[in-house]
């Protein structure tokens, strides 16, 4: 029974919460300055839209103005852009600006409803901005949230990617070190789209360039991983120079938007890396039946792709197919995350298992080999014995049976010195060098 109360208090608390950020929301209205020309002054004689769904558009000069209007409300809100990249905006009241909170993930202000706010937006890349207002309380127990499922996510995050060093070195396996530079590079990216380094009030000029160069070391290790991870050169040898083309394109877009900063490069650079991907998670689907791993690959990077496409392509041209909600994004990554390793660690498993049957077939097929030369030779060396002359064969066979050359030297009536004669002649015919080997000639007559 308590059980049940229990249950239906969160849910009510729930609707409560959904109840108040649909209100919230409700009281944003939005104006779009095509020209980009308007001060706060002219600004407030626009008329306003009510705004119903994020702004999502590709990039253009025109700038966004969001208004809220003043209520009798006496409690603190914050407002909110929680978009990493719409760091260019100003906030105003009573025609003043306000200051941004600090140390706060995403651009967000403070404000009270006593009177009008305008906020004045503007982005270099494509304008998605995904506003909120909120209730302060409801804001900082939103983000208390937020920053717990973060260090849970960023923690498992660290802890594969230490293991995948150990792994490294341990099996001395390049596609774990791999593997550890590429998830390197996608819990960078994520670090930035949840706005971590804002936290840290980090210059968002430094955050973009980190971002930009990002790309190219996401592009080379997930070749470089990919590549080894699924043994391409043993099925399609000629697909590396295809890859190398795409990420030498990828070094070179990088280049070229850092030196001009023009959108249609960020697009093509973004569509180049998701191209990158999609090549190898076709391969990986065309490769699936060859083992285990690779089927952990192609659910692995098929995540990563939905991400990529939504999020870093798709969204440049103002188009979104779903939601990109931070926590869809976390555990969409930690499945990502977790499938990958465990792929990585089944296909070495794989492979150790493999190597060790190919090594016991090596060491039975050289024995093969060795006692087949050893038959070959003793078969040669008899052969030889009967190429003997009537008294070498005399002399070989007291060889044989232990006599020293004084006693054969006895025995046959003749000097040491002929004796001597005799078995170098033996030892030449035979190729052997030592009375060890005659007698194991012997044997195997």
Not at 171 to 200: E, P, R, T, Y
Not at 377 to 406: A, H, Q
Request: aromatic residues 18%; contains cysteine; hydrophobic residues 45%.
């Amino acid at each position: 029974m308590i059980n049940k109360v229990a249950m239906k208090c969160r849910i009510l608390v729930l609707f409560i919460l959904f109840s108040l950020a649909a209100f919230s929301q409700s009281e944003i209205y939005y104006y779009k300055d095509y020209d980009a020309n308007l001060d706060v002054l002219e600004a407030e004689d626009k008329v306003f839209k009510l705004l119903e769904y994020n702004i999502l558009e590709k990039q253009s000069d025109a700038v966004y103005w969001f208004k809220i209007p003043a209520s009798n409300s006496k409690e603190n809100y914050i407002f909110r852009i929680k978009n990493y990249r719409a760091n260019n905006s100003i906030a105003y009241q009573n025609r003043r600006p306000l200051e941004k909170i600090k140390n706060s993930r995403f651009t967000s202000y403070k404000i009270q409803r006593d009177y009008p706010v305008f906020i004045k937006v503007s982005s270099e890349y494509s304008a998605y901005y995904p506003v909120e207002l909120k209730l302060e309380e409801e804001y900082h127990f939103d983000e208390s949230v937020q920053i717990l499922i973060n260090s849970f996510y960023y923690g498992a995050a660290f802890l594969i990617i230490i293991f995948s060093v150990v792994y490294y070195f341990f099996f001395k396996d390049n596609s774990f070190i791999h593997h550890c530079f590429l998830l390197s590079s996608l819990v960078f990216a994520f670090l930035a789209s949840d706005g971590m380094f804002n936290f840290f009030n980090i210059d968002g000029t430094i955050i973009d360039n980190l971002i930009l160069f990002n790309y190219f070391f996401l592009g080379f290790f997930s070749f470089k991983f990919a590549h080894n991870f699924l043994l391409v050169d043993n099925y399609y040898p000629n697909l590396k120079k295809y890859s190398q083309v795409i990420l030498a394109n990828i070094f070179l877009f990088v280049g070229l938007f850092y030196f001009f900063r023009k959108s249609e490069l960020f697009v093509i650079l973004n569509i180049l890396t998701f191209v990158l991907f999609l090549t190898y998670w076709i391969l990986s689907v065309l490769l699936i039946k060859k083992s285990g791993h690779i089927k952990l690959f192609t659910i692995a990077f098929v995540i990563i792709l939905f991400n990529g496409i939504n999020f870093t392509v798709l969204k440049n041209f103002g188009i979104s197919f779903f939601d990109n909600a931070p926590f869809n994004m976390k555990i969409g990554g930690l499945v990502q995350v977790v499938t990958l390793s465990f792929a990585v660690v089944y296909r070495e498993k794989t492979l150790r298992k493999r190597n060790s049957y190919m090594r016991t077939e090596i060491i039975n097929f050289n024995k093969e080999i060795e006692l087949l030369n050893n038959n070959l030779d003793n078969d040669s060396k008899i052969k030889d014995i009967e190429n003997l002359s009537i008294r070498e064969r005399e002399i070989f066979d007291l060889i044989v049976v232990g006599k020293s050359n004084k006693e054969i030297a006895l025995e046959v009536n003749v000097s040491i010195n002929t004796v001597k004669f005799h078995v170098k002649n033996i030892y030449g015919k035979l190729n052997i060098k030592s009375r060890k080997e005659v007698l194991t000639i012997d044997k195997n007559q």
